[in-house]
Nanobody, 115 residues
């Protein structure tokens, strides 16, 4: 049974930091590209960052230089370090695993950036 479980969300002040984690199980983690998406209220889900099995990392334009995606294949976990957070980044953050046509999603975790 495939599971992606996000953790680390919550309330943070503008300019603050959070580190999200996504623990994966039920598939061969190292074979999958892993991504973080977010969905702000009333908006569509969009890519935040992607880490392939090898090769270049990919970031959304608005988070470049502030967010860092990483993965630990031994622990089947992907991380998203978010620094200098902005109020407009208040959203539900989702973890995604993809291998060609296979795509799995986590249940999402709330991140609220507010003073």
């Amino acid at each position: 049974q495939v599971q992606l479980v996000e953790s680390g969300g919550g309330l943070v002040q503008p300019g603050g930091s959070l580190r999200l984690s996504c623990a994966a199980s039920g598939f061969i983690f190292s074979n999958y590209a892993m991504s973080w998406y977010h969905q702000p209220p009333g908006k569509e889900r969009e890519l935040v960052a992607r880490i392939p099995t090898s090769g270049a990392l990919e970031y959304g334009d608005s988070v470049k230089g502030r967010f860092t995606i990483s993965r630990d294949n031994a622990e089947n976990t992907v991380f998203l370090q978010m620094n200098s957070l902005k109020p407009e980044e208040t959203a539900v953050y989702y973890c995604n695993a993809q291998l060609i046509w296979k795509s799995y999603w986590g249940q999402g975790i709330q991140v609220t950036v507010s003073s």
